[in-house]
């Protein structure tokens, strides 16, 4: 579905940031269609879709045996990543380990950055639909180094216009219009950003991930694309995520 949302965000438009208090810039033809929208999400579909491809892999009980836990600890197993987990002694997002496991039973993995991959991420978070999420970034010392870096990813200024996430997002522009964007704090304790991806984006008519918008964010704002699945990107998640501790998971969310 087409949505006639422009986003034709650039830096430039920074220029005309302006205070625009609690208003929710959309037009009425654009909040009709949210409304309908998050009454019948289109990702569901998607999230279907998403577990169909899982069963090859032997579905939620597949998926639990994988981790090493039980069917009835997989929401809140779940609700704990990007976590580090010793068999790849690395800070992994949910997505690498589907891959991991894709590999490991003998199936072609899929791309991080694919639809399909998308489908399945979002399936297996959906799993943890109203558990809280319980990341635990002092878990280990993975863990520590995983959320300093995103930190400091967060508030790095980069690219042309030496912008950094932070410049967008700290609570010193909270209620600020980017164009016709609100523009979200992400840095306070308890927003709800990591617990409403992956989302539906209207403006994208497609479903998406958390990395994969962070990557629509560094390419506005013209910083270089970091990939998918990278040490600072799965750190970025972390950083982000440990805001999000505590909020409760809605899979999947819909978004602008
Ligand atoms: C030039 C300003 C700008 C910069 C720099 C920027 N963002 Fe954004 N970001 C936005 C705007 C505007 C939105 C909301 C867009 C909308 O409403 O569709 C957004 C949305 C988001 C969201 C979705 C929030 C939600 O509630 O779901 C995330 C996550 C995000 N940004 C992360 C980042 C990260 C990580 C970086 C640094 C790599 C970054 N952003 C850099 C402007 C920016």
């Not at 970034?137 to 790095?156: H, P, R």
């Not at 972390?238 to 999947?252: F, N, W």
């Amino acid at each position: 579905m087409k949505t006639g949302i422009k986003i034709a965000l650039s830096v430039a438009m920074l220029t005309s940031l302006s205070f625009g208090g609690e208003q929710f810039a959309m037009s009425d033809a654009d909040r009709a269609m949210y409304v309908e929208m998050s009454e019948n999400n289109p990702a569901d579909i998607m999230i279907a879709d998403g577990e169909e491809l899982l069963e090859y892999m032997g579905g939620d009980a597949g998926l639990a045996k994988y981790f090493g836990v039980s069917e009835d600890d997989l929401p809140a197993y779940i609700a704990g990543f990007p976590r580090y987990i010793k068999k790849f002694d690395m800070v992994v997002g949910l997505d690498q380990v589907i891959q991991a496991m894709m590999a490991d039973g003998g199936h072609k993995p899929l791309k991080l950055k694919s639809g399909n991959m998308f489908s399945i991420m979002a399936y297996v978070k959906s799993i943890a639909n109203g558990e809280k999420i319980n990341i635990d970034v002092t878990a280990n010392k993975q863990m520590k180094e995983a959320y300093a870096l995103g930190l400091k990813t967060y508030m790095t200024k980069r690219g042309g216009r030496g912008l950094s996430c932070n410049s967008c997002h700290s609570p010193d522009v909270i209620g600020r219009v980017l164009r016709t964007q609100p523009l979200p704090d992400l840095s306070a304790k308890g927003v709800k950003a990591a617990a409403t991806w992956p989302a539906y984006r209207m403006t994208k008519s497609s479903l998406r991930t958390l990395q994969r918008r962070f990557q629509g964010c560094m390419k506005n704002a013209l910083l270089k694309v970091i990939p998918i699945g990278s040490k600072e990107m799965v750190a970025l998640e972390v950083y982000l995520t440990d805001k999000s501790k505590g909020a409760e998971i809605a899979i999947p969310g819909l978004k602008r």
